[in-house]
């Protein structure tokens, strides 16, 4: 396990070759501004494209969201942790519960594939990712965003993506 936030302490050689002879990395969720900051300032960004092809990059929610150029984030409130965002601004979605207010974000990600990626597609949980607002989301993006649901991944290899679903998604072209 690594702690991004620790790593730029850490001497490279007490933890990149053991990153190097990794046969997949598991990136969970959370804040994909916090984490791509850190993934970049801990240097874990700059070393992935060097990693040997058999590597598997697995990316949860955040961890998925984290590897594109660019990327959009929604929150309710101001985002308090590390990273800065390129834009900044308020958004209204409709939800069957009412209209709900959040601030959608885009920043900077680690450049790992040349989409964007919204999760949890339909999700009670996440509202904002219904796919009516996924789609303002999306727009709002310079690059292909899909909207997947929580039975859907991507598989990028050699740049080509492929759709491994028994849910649904939308691919959304800018």
Request: without cysteine; negative net charge; glycine residues 8%.
């Amino acid at each position: 396990m690594l702690e991004l936030t620790a790593l730029p302490s850490i001497d490279d050689d007490a933890w990149i070759p053991t990153v190097q002879e990794t046969d997949a990395l598991l990136v969970w969720g959370g804040d994909p501004l916090y984490l791509s900051h850190w993934m970049r300032q801990s240097g874990l960004a700059g070393l992935l494209p060097s990693l040997r092809r058999e590597t598997v990059y697995v990316g949860v929610s955040a961890g998925s969201m984290a590897t594109a150029a660019t990327f959009g984030e929604t929150y309710p409130d101001p985002p308090r942790g590390s990273g800065d965002a390129l834009t900044s601004e308020d958004i209204v979605f409709a939800t069957p519960q009412g209209a709900i207010s959040r601030i959608l974000v885009t920043a900077q990600g680690v450049g790992l594939v040349d989409f964007a990626l919204i999760p949890h597609l339909d999700h009670e949980d996440h509202p904002d990712a219904f796919l009516a607002n996924a789609e303002q989301w999306a727009v709002r993006l310079p690059v292909p965003t899909y909207a997947i649901d929580d039975q859907t991944a991507l598989k990028v290899t050699d740049g080509t993506v492929e759709v491994v679903s028994e849910g649904h998604w939308k691919l959304f072209t800018p």
